[in-house]
């Protein structure tokens, strides 16, 4: 997957595996169609940190859904 362009689809693709990694619960309340192109970079960003770490604590989870969330539309 090629991340260096902003696409719905890639939006999408960084999403849904954000929420598989995290494990996230209520998943629903994070649709890829709720976040603009124009957050692309950070969620990028937020992607990339996820991605590279293995495990999170409890405060880590909350702070990235309440990251994602301000992104939101």
């Given at each position: ?33 709720s976040f603009d ?37």
């Amino acid at each position: 997957m090629n991340l260096t362009e902003q696409s719905r689809e890639n939006i999408e693709y960084m999403i849904n595996e954000i929420i598989k990694k995290l494990q996230v619960v209520n998943a629903g309340a994070m649709k890829a169609e709720s976040f603009d192109t124009d957050a692309y970079e950070d969620l990028k960003d937020i992607y990339e940190m996820v991605m590279s770490k293995s495990s999170f604590s409890v405060s880590e989870m909350d702070a990235i859904v309440s990251e994602l969330g301000r992104l939101r539309k």
